[in-house]
């Protein structure tokens, strides 16, 4: 008789269709981060249909916890959404309380096992290239600066897609299955912290985390994939103009604070037990030559490879920051404007994940560890739920890709579509196990 | 029989409606630098109408030399110099070629008597305070957002009449009078250099510059007044974007070498024999948190009280900026955006200028040797001429003021207009002598 | 009858010879800072021969209130002192207790004139030219590395002139002269702020501060010449070593702090109402290129020729270096090593000095008003009269030197003695007037 | 019949009792780096002893590719070399030329395989802790101050192990065997780059360098250790001293221009391929607090793990440097006083190393590829070697530690001598192979 896994595997492979149509639809309509209302509305009515107890704006993420919004992007998006018929009370009701959708599967008392889809679209103009294959198959986006350009429209679809299969094995499901459907995993700007912060991933007993590519080629699964902590700062100084030539001693020079500051952040120290990278990306100051600089804006970002070093920057960050604006008798105000802590990720875990993969068609090997050089918000997830006591892998479906991440002529092999649904589906089974 | 400086002084005496009436319908009607259309009209028809040899646009400058122009604001004068019946094809002339205006009054072959009165008024919104007498009296600027609040009207208005007395006195001149109005006299945007650079003030033999107030009281005459010299300057850094995360290394960092070239430039060493002030007041600079900063622009301005400290200063700056550039390796470029030398200026013409005033009513005192802590386009002219071999002075008109120079409600005393004009026509007749 | 003063100026001629010689035997026996043993004691002497009321060592000065002091080239007077034939006993009270000497002539109630006069001698080499007045009429200095190259020798030859001479007058005094005889006026290392800590300049009426020279030529009595505002600080920086390979992130570098306050301090805005100069002149920091610096020093001066620019400067300088402490994360100490501040000098006792100046012969000019570029100890004194409501002046008694001050080949023209010895005492006269 | 390579292991048991004396003696006796007199001689005339062709001094090494020499330390070492009976003649002859000593054993024409082994103690002073073995087994270092707190004094018994060894089985040797003892290998100060200036490395075709512990155990052995690149400058700036108060624009200020430099040498971007720290671990800068600064000195250091980190950084340092000075109008030098590169290591002959040591008693496992953070001169060795075409490895001989490398408990386990001659021993056979 065929384990619940594998008749997972076998369901999912019969969802081949819907899940290219579905990523399909949402590559041609795709939207900003905190601006996925089509989106949202599409997942949270396939999920209700199939059963599932959702959740969607307000209840499925606090905005409190918001870092940064693309206003003009997600305004546009919120017209895009309503002209192709979208509740426009429930586009309101997402613009005001957010694009999260968090779903339960339950099907028995057991452990709750998590997993994570990003739903946001980058500000990227898509090739019109004939041969890039959006083009050719009519699928571009239909929205010039919008594009799926990371992979983010597929992973909704296996999202829909493990639903989908679960649903069916509902009866002998012991445990739940917890979707969470993020907006904004881009930039950093706390979609995944808002979610966190209604709690609903403190009860997650095994988070699996998901992306395709990032490297790894069609047949291959990464059992765990690591990313950069990272932490986003917009800087104030405030001085005191004064006329530089009848009274220069009256100024508090807030642009020589923001300099020294510069100087100051980009000399920490390098850490002798792991790598980071700071930077000071923008700088505005002052507004006339004859007048000392009464203002100084700075927007700064760093990146670390690991939990003590990102710890490290951060205290020598506000440290520098608080002491030069001393120095200079000028005020200084610091915004945490995104960012994403280090994350361990579980062995045993990754274990069984890999063992489940290795067991499902279309994948060939695995690899482990592999260490990305970019932030991620879904480590704002995987460290709540350590804390919690949980334990979370990021895992990766290798995926064949025409051009790069973040590229206008992006591209997945939509195999991995059916290969990533059946492994996921499959690793629920094993973990939750049948209901008694 | 009274002397030929008598006869000035009561001529002087008698264009005293006159002067009131000009200055107040230049006061309703103020023009920014190089934006003079107005302005140059009625001086160049006035003059024209004495008999004068007029040079207008670019007869009388070249553009060339000009550092900045305010673009909207010139445009917006444009459009009203024609609404209020400036012919329009010599408002585009003077769009184009410029608004300066000089003149020369030829009475024999003797020296050459120059006068400077610059014309420009300031981008201020004038008090509407019924109290305020351009408010009381009906002469309150036309204009929201240009104001004649430094007292240009008042040196325009002299100018014609300084002009008005020597034309009836003509005959009895043995050399050469020449009037030169001056556009852009704020901000040392270029307007004497641009006089300059057609060779207009090559040839004078004794410079007079005028200025009504600057602290100096209705009944006292400043023989000389010193203004700083001043250097602006626009600096570009042009480095190489690089991703923080990816590729570090790649980057050159024009941001830092801003911030580095900042703090050098602000600890140029004192100078022993002087005072100056440096700032940079305006810096730019990147354009993401994850990209090495490829672009950086600063905007700086220093002002000496001599020349050599000047001199020190401006080696200093270039040498500070080129260094600096060299060491964070990325590419600079150094735009003179505006200045002024500082100028020497004649004892010998300031005891002339001192005894021709203090025959004149409505003088009862003299200073000399005033210094302003300030910039004036002056200087260009007064550095020009003693390069020349010639002499000069910046003679200041007592005048009590209703507030400080560039207020909204600066006002000054009119009586001072008389004896303004007078003060100069007699001192011209006292350099020239009769013509033989 | 011949008034007091003219009695006075009589006397002081009369004592030529021994104002020479006094004069040529300090300058062949110079002693440094702190270190006037045998000076302290041959004007200790005369002053207790003439009858005065002599304080010194303790009793002089509160050692408490001294910055600094130069142990070795003390050390080295030390022993001079007593082979020459100085008492050890009271060379060690001076040792310890200090080296000033302050003694009262008193004859009567009236008010306190106080004069200073200063002691120190100069490390350096005095020129061995035969044609070096000293080598050739044989005083050079018998102290390799010590000289008398400022001319204290004569202000303490003039200071016993003025005794000698108002010693014979005492019964005509109506009230009290003050002699300070101050050790260690150059380098600012705390003399006069050690006898005043004693109280001992609070009840003077008129102090009287002399000079010999200083750009004033023979013939020219100087009322009042005004020196710097100064201030001088050792700070220090303490950080944590670190081994830059294992764990660069453990240091905490006081390099770098260092580094960064230089360019703070330095770049501290100027003044408008003033001039100021700041040096950071000295710095130290780290042993070993493996090891984050865990210490640095810094030894910093400013010079201002205001009070209100001092103390601008001398905030910004605590604010700096705190500010700057904090964003590297060190420790940090600021000791005071110097100092004297600016002083007013009143403009009614500068016209009774050039008037009893003007009737002596050898004074055939008054200036007024003279602006050093360097700081005085005396300032301290002046200061402290100021503020407790008496009034003071710094006056200079011209003399044609042989080369500068502080040059090797200093050597001034000593007529100057006798004419400054005749100025003070008729000045004292005249400040006192007769006792009743 | 047991190969040459187990005739090799079966010798190096025989010389135990011999290779604890040598180590034993030489503890006692810490030379240090170019100090090493006593050491050569000893080295030198065992190996001449055993019939080696021998090279010392100035044969062995050229003095002008020497970085830094530590002349005190050196100097007192000779002084012990000759009172402990080293011929006086030979010490002047090694204080001038050199403590190098290179020797080949030669057997017949095949390979050239050489072995590394360095000499220098530290200047630490040895634990006198009764349970400290030295102490307890009385052979503590008997120089107060000096050390071989590394090991080096087991490196240098088990080069003459490996000799004596070797010398046994010359006639069976097909090629040649390099013994290379290289003086000052701590510091970089220019110990293997004087040897490697000689020509001596150019003919190895195998080069094995070895080095006890560094965290290896007992039962170890490393095939490859890798070390960082490294480089230290000694940096000069040459300014102009003024005098604060009178001409600070004359001056010329080396000390900002250090602080400057300081700042941006740290604030070079991280490389995101791969790790470095770089410090200014030294800087002094200027005399006196009047004075301009004139000069400033900074010793700083950098080491990486990459060969294009290292020269990465090494062009931006000298860049930075180079810009500063002509920001702050200053000379400059950049003297190397020391530095090692990165050097690649052959696998091959790793996997022929590994193979001789697993098949020696008392080698229980292997590894391969440690990083070490650390500079090492060796690879200055390898790194010649590799760019002439032979193949290079770093091994380590595993021993367990009383306390870490460069402590004052530092010890080794003894055992681990006999286990590092067979091995080297062995490992030179198998290379070799036997000659025909």
Not at 120 to 141: K, N, Q
């Amino acid at each position: 008789m065929a384990s619940l896994a594998d008749e997972a595997r076998a369901a999912a492979r019969s969802f081949a269709p819907e899940l290219v149509a579905w990523r399909r639809d949402l590559h041609r309509h795709p939207e900003p981060g905190f601006g996925e209302f089509r989106t949202a509305r599409i997942v949270s009515e396939r999920l209700r249909a199939l059963g599932l107890d959702v959740r969607i704006a307000e209840e499925a993420m606090d905005g409190e916890a918001v870092h940064h919004r693309h206003a003009d992007r997600i305004g546009a998006a919120s017209e895009r959404a309503i002209a192709s018929g979208v509740d426009s009370a429930l586009v309101e009701r997402m613009y005001n309380g957010g694009t999260a959708v968090v779903a339960d599967l339950t099907g028995g008392d057991g452990p709750v096992v998590g997993f994570r889809f990003d739903m946001d679209a980058l500000p990227i103009v898509e090739s019109s290239d004939p041969e890039h294959r959006p083009v050719a198959e009519g699928f571009r986006s239909s929205v010039e600066g919008e594009m799926h350009a990371c992979g983010h429209d597929g992973h909704v679809a296996m999202g829909l897609g493990v639903a989908s299969v679960l649903a069916r094995l509902r009866d002998q499901l012991g445990g739940t299955v917890r979707f969470v459907f993020q907006p904004a995993e881009e930039g950093a700007m706390g979609g995944a912290a808002a979610i966190t912060a209604r709690g609903l991933v403190d009860d997650i007993d095994h988070l699996v985390c998901v992306h395709l590519g990032l490297g790894a080629q069609t047949g291959t699964f990464v059992t765990r994939a690591y990313f950069l902590a990272t932490a986003k700062y917009r800087v104030s100084f405030t001085g005191q103009g004064a006329h530089v030539v009848n009274s220069p001693q009256s100024g508090r020079n807030a642009l020589l604070a923001a300099a020294s500051a510069s100087l100051a952040l980009h000399s920490i120290a390098p850490h002798g037990d792991g790598w980071f990278s700071l930077n000071v990306g923008v700088l505005r100051a002052g507004d006339e030559q004859g007048v000392t600089p009464p203002w100084a804006t700075m927007e700064l970002g760093f990146w670390a490879d690991r939990t003590d070093v990102y710890d490290y920057v951060d205290a020598r960050v506000h440290q520098a920051i608080a002491g030069v604006s001393r120095a200079y008798d000028v005020g200084h105000k610091v915004v945490r404007i995104g960012g994403a802590p280090a994350a361990d990720q579980d062995e045993g875990l990754a274990r069984v994940a890999g063992e489940a993969a290795l067991a499902t068609d279309g994948v060939e090997r695995l690899e482990d560890g592999i260490s990305g050089r970019a932030g991620e918000d879904a480590n704002v997830f995987l460290a709540r739920v350590a804390e919690r006591g949980g334990r979370g892998i990021y895992v990766l479906i290798g995926s064949d890709l025409a051009d790069g991440h973040h590229s206008p002529r992006f591209d997945f092999d939509e195999r991995s579509l059916v290969t990533g649904t059946a492994v996921l589906s499959a690793l629920a089974c094993e973990l939750i196990g049948e209901g008694s």
